[in-house]
């Protein structure tokens, strides 16, 4: 169990209120979670959290290491066709249902957080049930702009829905944000640019371009962004570019007085680079949008070309307030780079307005807003809990 002590803000008796996160699976799920799950800490430093996850998830790393309990069930992914794990997939789903409930009885459960997700489902499911006289109420958070089936379902029966824009395809919802942690919201840019650019051998008065396209980096990003260095160095920009640990860049040899082309596998230090950079090239995940917004760090978003289009909507409401441009996959070319780009970090004016209204559309407080919701529904719950 979470050894993080006994409430102070209490659902019923003198106990703790306990809240379950369901967003195992994928960063997109998991980072949200932590995120809330550190805001309703600092609200309560005594709250009991249980994180519910698979052994297939990124949770079985990313919980611990945030010192969170972790609770692992069975992994029901929905197979996308006609095969055996269809078919086994009703027994598995009341298998991890069962598990869930189990763990639910087990905490002692007051409210269930859902990001989305599969682990989200027997989540979901199991909160229907009658279990010590009352059911246990779910919050539901939804990160993009078009929402999966996993809170599609939570939400028919969630207490609250809350989600980063007005129509995520969820019905009535309340709008937040994306959770981010703190590390992020509390980066002040401008203090800590000096020491950033200094980090990476940047000049203090350079122009940086971060480049990024997550934790695997991105080969279109790379190959457009790279093959486009002779004209960055030729206008004065810098480039911090993180280009996956299993990627490689092609860059041509540096001439003498070029401003530097800082190529790395990753970035251990994203607050870093954050504050380094003027303006960002990357993909346009949940995440990656929450926390370019919620340090006003403008960015040519780049969505996944792959999937259902939802990252062409995350990025849209940024792009629409004038914080963000937007370029498909098959159009970031070396020539959009060396024209687009390279006009766009040499417009001072240009760029300071945008990095205003990437501030704008950002929501700083969006943990903090999801955990004081929670724990506004877990209290309530307490006071409905029958006899």
């Not at 695997?216 to 790379?222: E, R, T, V």
């Amino acid at each position: 169990m979470n050894d993080r002590g006994r409430s102070g803000l209490r659902s019923r008796g003198d106990r703790g209120i306990s809240v379950l996160l369901a967003g195992g699976g994928t960063a997109g799920h998991v980072e949200p979670a932590m995120a809330v799950a550190d805001a309703l800490t600092a609200l309560d430093p005594q709250v009991r959290i249980t994180a519910l996850g698979t052994e297939r998830g990124l949770e079985t790393r990313l919980v611990p290491e945030r010192g969170y309990h972790l609770e692992l069930i069975t992994p029901v992914p929905l197979p996308r066709k006609l095969t055996g794990d269809l078919v086994r997939l009703p027994v598995r789903v009341r298998r991890a249902v069962r598990q869930t409930r189990a763990v639910l009885d087990d905490v002692d459960a007051d409210v269930i957080i859902g990001f989305g997700g599969y682990v989200a489902v027997p989540a979901y499911l199991a909160s229907r049930s009658i279990r010590r006289g009352r059911r246990v109420p779910v919050v539901v958070h939804e990160a993009n702009a078009s929402a999966g089936w996993a809170n599609r379902l939570g939400a028919r029966s969630a207490q609250r829905v809350l989600s980063a824009v007005a129509d995520p395809g969820l019905g009535p919802v309340e709008v937040v944000g994306v959770p981010v942690r703190s590390a992020i919201t509390s980066l002040d840019r401008a203090a800590l640019r000096a020491q950033a650019r200094e980090h990476f051998g940047f000049a203090p008065d350079a122009r940086v371009l971060l480049v990024f396209g997550g934790s695997q980096g991105a080969q279109s990003l790379n190959r457009a962004v790279s093959a486009a260095a002779e004209d960055l160095a030729a206008a004065g920009i810098s480039v911090l570019h993180a280009h996956g640990p299993k990627n490689t860049l092609d860059l041509p040899a540096a001439a003498d007085g070029d401003p530097p082309y800082v190529a790395v596998p990753y970035l251990n230090r994203m607050d870093l680079a954050y504050a380094a950079a003027d303006l960002a090239i990357c993909r346009s995940g949940a995440m990656t949008v929450a926390e370019l917004t919620a340090i006003g760090l403008p960015a040519v978003y780049v969505p996944l070309p792959i999937g259902n289009g939802e990252q062409r909507l995350n990025a849209q409401p940024v792009v629409n307030a004038g914080g963000g441009v937007l370029v498909d996959d098959a159009d970031l070319s070396p020539v959009f780079v060396a024209e687009t780009v390279v006009n766009l970090l040499s417009d001072s004016d240009r760029l300071q307005a945008m990095t205003a209204a990437a501030a704008m559309a950002g929501h700083r407080d969006a943990a903090q807003r999801v955990a004081e919701i929670a724990l506004e529904v877990a209290q309530a719950s307490g006071r409905k809990r029958l006899p």
